[in-house]
């Protein structure tokens, strides 16, 4: 089936420094794929999103950009701030339409001052 | 853009006791609403879907009688935990695709049963 692999967390940056979290993807057809991110006691909220092939989505200083060769949609972002600390979940939608999104495991990301 | 409000945004009940939690779709019609459950830093785990003016439709494992779900308008999907014990304790979330390639989630309710 279905499925999203992220990079294992958690993830400790300093403040400026450079984000990467890899994702990548199995799926049959093509996927829209998705980047959320969760801050602590909340929901969560879409961070970008992508829904076809060299689709970049980008928000806040993230991008991500859907790459069907390697089946990934890893996140990136040139330097991060401490209010970036939460936890980062790539997820898949199979079809366009009413189906459950299929999620990574997350990704806990803290950056210090 | 899209919103699902959900409430209560936590809940403390005693062991035996029904809580009720609502998902509202604020300003586009959700004809489906998926809950999911997350324990502690885990991933979110998908509970059941539920469709307007039909029967949810409940993952593996997951106990029908224990968790009902009702979605009986385009804008309102509720999860009731029947009979609660401290292991339902966790945090519920829903979820709705919001017709634009997306899904809107709501804030989460932490339910701790004592």
């Known amino acids: 089936g279905d499925s999203v692999t992220q990079m294992e967390g958690p993830v400790t940056l300093s403040e400026e420094a450079f984000l990467t979290i890899n994702c990548t993807y199995t799926a049959t057809g093509y996927p829209s794929l998705f980047w959320y991110v969760q801050y602590p006691g909340e929901g969560l909220q879409l961070l970008l999103k992508?829904?076809?092939?060299?689709d970049k989505g980008s928000n806040k200083g993230f991008e991500a950009t859907y790459r069907k060769e390697t089946t990934s949609f890893h996140l990136e972002k040139g330097s991060v701030q401490v209010s970036d600390s939460a936890v980062y979940f790539c997820a898949l939608s199979p079809y366009s339409g009413n189906t459950p999104l299929v999620f990574g495991k997350g990704t806990r990301l803290s950056v210090i001052a | 853009g899209a919103v699902v409000s959900q409430h209560p945004s936590w809940v403390i009940c005693k062991s035996g006791t029904s809580v009720k939690i609502e998902c509202r779709s604020l300003d586009f019609q959700a004809t489906t609403m998926f809950w999911y459950r997350q324990f502690p830093k885990q991933s979110l785990m998908l509970m059941a879907t539920?469709?307007?003016?039909?029967?949810?439709?409940?993952e593996q494992g997951v106990e029908k009688d224990k968790f009902l779900i009702n979605h009986a308008s385009l804008t309102l999907s509720t999860l009731t935990v029947t009979s609660a014990h401290p292991e339902d304790s966790s945090f519920y979330i829903c979820?709705?695709?919001?017709?634009?390639?997306?899904?809107?989630f709501g804030s989460g309710t932490r339910l701790t049963v004592v």
């Open positions: 979820s709705a695709p919001d017709g634009n390639y997306g899904y809107t």
């Open positions: 992508a829904t076809k092939a060299d």
């Open positions: 539920s469709n307007e003016g039909s029967k949810a439709t409940y």
